[in-house]
């Protein structure tokens, strides 16, 4: 008999958002009931997402060849550079995502994510180095 691993918060926020942005593409919107299982999985950081997208704050940058995806979002202290689901530039994801593991993402990668599901930010494609030029200066 093997052992059942728990899934981690960050399994079950990727899946959430896997079918948040399903049904985004499906219906165009998100449900209350979405809305909600979103708010108690990741408390405030998805409030202060919405808060972000609902600003304007994200930009989508494309790697022509890669394909790679970086944001930026703009928040109360600076600009921040944001990979989704791997790193963000700002000190919340260094010390809640990194260093004590209190919330699977910081409040820009979740705004990314959304805001990009949503089409609520402008979509660039640019050439791979200007994407490794985006991390040089962050
Ligand atoms: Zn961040």
Not at 65 to 80: L, M, P
Request: with cysteine.
């Amino acid at each position: 008999m093997t052992a059942q691993l728990a899934p981690s918060i960050t399994q079950v926020a990727d899946q959430c958002f896997e079918e948040l942005t399903t049904h985004i593409e499906n219906q165009g919107q998100l449900t209350i009931e979405q809305m909600s299982k979103m708010s108690l999985l990741l408390g405030r950081n998805w409030q202060k997402a919405l808060q972000v997208v609902d600003q304007n704050e994200v930009e989508c940058y494309i790697g022509e060849s890669s394909r790679r995806h970086i944001f930026q979002v703009r928040g109360k202290s600076g600009v921040y550079i944001t990979f989704a689901k791997t790193y963000c530039s700002c000190q919340a994801h260094y010390y809640e995502v990194v260093c004590k593991s209190e919330a699977p993402y910081c409040k820009h990668q979740l705004a990314a994510r959304l805001a990009l599901a949503l089409k609520r930010c402008p979509v660039t494609v640019v050439p791979d180095t200007a994407i490794a030029q985006f991390l040089l200066d962050s």
